[in-house]
């Protein structure tokens, strides 16, 4: 199994562009979520999903759309990329009792 | 709202120091428990995690945390660090019950730098 994987591992934007950030597993997981990781704040929950079709926000959800097509997968889009969000992304799968992280992406918005 | 604090922001110790980082929560219902390590350029790692069995719960790597429901807290301990230690721990906390379908919630971090 490869576990969690993301890509890009490294992105630089400038203010306004538009990206997706990959996720995928194979572990066959419902639940998969998103979060970035800033100095001094931990891990801040974007959006999550427990299943194909069904997503909702977490605690910082402004400025990012997700979906959840097929089980494996699940896509974060930054609409219209700012400073703000630069940050590292980190994609997660849950198992039972468990929580997969993956590599994780380190965004650079200019 | 529910949240995880981690108090110790930046801790420094020498090899072979004990350790213990602490984690407090708030939320009154049950909740399952865990720490997280992140070594430096690297994901997440699961250290250890409570799941309502016994309270002082063993983790890898010699790591261990004891869940003290009074004080919610769950403590991350280890009796003798290493320099290969040095990375940033994370608290994090999954409540259970209505609404919070499953979601975890992490502390701020605490980075651990270990001295040879």
């Known amino acids: 199994n490869a576990g969690v994987t993301q890509t890009p591992k490294f992105q630089v934007l400038k203010t306004g562009q538009s990206m997706t950030l990959q996720c995928a597993q194979d572990m066959n997981h419902e639940y998969m979520s998103w979060y970035r990781q800033d100095p001094g704040m931990g891990l801040r929950l974007i959006h999550y999903?427990?299943?194909?079709?069904?997503?909702d926000q977490g605690e910082v959800p402004n400025g990012y759309n997700v979906s959840r097509s097929t089980t494996e997968d699940f896509p974060l889009r930054l609409l219209s990329a700012a400073p703000s969000q630069t940050s590292v992304y980190f994609c997660?799968?849950?198992?039972?009792?468990?929580?997969?992280f993956g590599p994780g992406t380190r965004l650079t918005v200019l | 709202a529910q949240s995880v604090s981690q108090h110790n922001h930046h801790v420094i110790l020498s090899e072979a120091a004990s350790l213990e980082l602490g984690c407090n929560y708030s939320y009154g219902g049950t909740v399952n428990l865990f720490w997280y390590v992140q070594y430096p350029g690297q994901h997440l790692q699961l250290l250890l995690k409570?799941?309502?069995?016994?309270?002082l719960v063993k983790g890898i790597k010699g790591f261990e945390a004891e869940f003290i429901k009074s004080k919610f807290s769950f403590n991350l301990r280890k009796p003798s660090v290493q320099w290969s230690d040095t990375a940033e721990y994370f608290c994090a906390v999954k409540p259970h019950g209505s609404g919070n379908t499953g979601k975890l919630i992490f502390g701020q971090g605490t980075t651990l730098q270990v001295k040879p």
């Open positions: 999903s427990v299943g194909a079709g069904i997503t």
């Open positions: 409570y799941f309502s069995e016994d309270p």
């Open positions: 997660a799968s849950r198992g039972i009792g468990e929580q997969f």
